[in-house]
């Protein structure tokens, strides 16, 4: 993906060690949640309930994803995947603090918990569970290791940059093997067999050599439920899939189905999230920003408020494309790139599957960045900033690196290859 800033980068990488990618998250009150503090209700500015039946956390944690922690602590707490909650996602390879709930814990007994690399840093009785979106932001203070050191550079490419960034959606919402984008497209032109085997047996980008024999061996055999006896335990929602087309093999809505809707929904929003950032990608290329037919105010902490959509606003706006998008929120960028691929607002109805169709919302087109600094460290760069929820410090990082970033022809390498005849 295009970068903003035209300077040269430092290079180095990221993720070395779950200590090198400190995640914090930033409270809807305005609190950046540190590391090691333990937190009242009062001090995020929110209110405890004693009758309320969620327990709101403050969960710090180190090797671990969000997900798998919080599934982890409920077990411990005889409670199941669906009493979790959270305000955002903080991947494994990372240091963070951030809010979370569970239904029907009690906060004595989380304060019990013992779990190695994780800690409970405050909980209290709510009448609401944290949901996604319940925050400002994410603060994060991340070492590139192997870096050029020289800081001038590094605020030579920020002074370029201005506080903002391309809001690219970064590689994660394409899937590890790159293929949810291809995944989706099927379910939206109803071809569900083949949305199957492309999420079952597709092998390119698999980096695990078992997954690749096992989804090869299934091509070629066509054996669910032989599948089962093969397929590698830590593929989770493959064998999901699996057991539901083993008891049903052609029932394929089932199969897709039969997988959390988290999971599933991701295969629709790589859709969209390739139209956004095909569009974002070409607006930094010719430096057209205003391409972007919308605009929103920022909030009271400096961010991008899509709720605040206006004519009035700074900030330039686009469609995330959905059923319910009008044709004049579509900007000229996003209407070509529809039409290379051969889909429209309607094709994000899906009647097969009306669980999985997507109205449409809204995404900024530059990102606001605050409170940036650096420092030499080591033989390493340490970079500190502060990002609104949705933006990925990733994309941010890659601007000073200039490497890392995502090319799109991985994703979908010929638009005109995409349509369907």
Not at 115 to 140: Q, R
Not at 194 to 209: G, I, K, P, R
Not at 214 to 234: H, K, S, T, V
Not at 257 to 267: E, L
Request: net charge neutral; with cysteine.
């Amino acid at each position: 993906m295009i970068c903003l800033s035209q300077s040269k980068g430092i290079g180095g990488s990221i993720k070395k060690s779950p200590e090198d990618f400190l995640v914090k998250e930033i409270a809807q009150c305005g609190k950046v949640l540190e590391p090691g503090t333990k937190y009242l209700a009062s001090d995020l500015g929110a209110t405890a309930d004693p009758q309320g039946k969620f327990s709101a956390i403050v969960l710090e944690k180190r090797g671990w994803d969000t997900i798998r922690a919080l599934q982890t602590i409920a077990k411990r707490l005889g409670r199941g995947v669906r009493s979790i909650g959270y305000a955002g996602m903080k991947d494994r390879m990372s240091k963070s603090t951030q809010l979370a709930s569970i239904f029907g814990a009690q906060p004595e007994a989380l304060g019990r918990i013992s779990i190695k690399d994780i800690s409970i840093n405050g909980a209290w009785k709510s009448t609401n569970g944290i949901g996604m979106g319940d925050l400002l932001g994410n603060a994060f203070e991340i070492v590139v290791a192997g870096a050029d050191q020289d800081i001038e550079k590094v605020m030579r490419i920020e002074e370029e940059l201005g506080g903002v960034m391309p809001n690219y959606f970064d590689a994660q919402r394409f899937g590890s093997r790159l293929n949810n984008f291809k995944i989706g497209m099927h379910i939206l032109r109803n071809e569900l067999e083949e949305a199957v085997l492309e999420f079952l047996t597709a092998t390119s980008n698999e980096t695990n050599q078992a997954a690749v024999e096992a989804r090869r061996r299934l091509a070629e055999e066509n054996d669910f439920a032989a599948a089962l006896g093969y397929f590698p335990g830590y593929l989770k929602g493959e064998r999901t899939m699996l057991y539901s087309l083993s008891k049903e093999p052609t029932d394929f809505a089932k199969a897709i189905r039969a997988m959390p809707r988290g999971i599933s929904i991701m295969f629709i929003h790589s859709v969209e999230a390739l139209v956004f950032n095909r569009s974002v990608e070409m607006m930094a290329k010719e430096r057209n920003f205003n391409a972007a037919r919308l605009r929103c105010k920022n909030d009271f902490y400096g961010f991008p408020d899509v709720s605040l959509v206006g004519p009035e606003g700074t900030t330039p706006v686009s469609a995330l494309i959905g059923y319910e998008t009008s044709e004049e929120r579509i900007n000229s960028y996003e209407s070509q790139i529809m039409n290379g691929l051969g889909i429209g607002r309607e094709s994000f109805r899906i009647k097969s599957m009306p669980e999985l169709s997507m109205r449409g919302s809204f995404r900024p087109v530059l990102s606001t960045f605050k409170n940036f600094g650096a420092s030499a460290l080591g033989d390493d760069v340490k970079l500190g900033f502060e990002l609104p929820a949705g933006a990925y410090a990733t994309i941010l990082i890659s601007e000073f690196t200039k490497s890392g970033s995502l090319d799109l022809d991985l994703i979908s390498p010929s638009m005109k290859e995409d349509r369907k005849d």
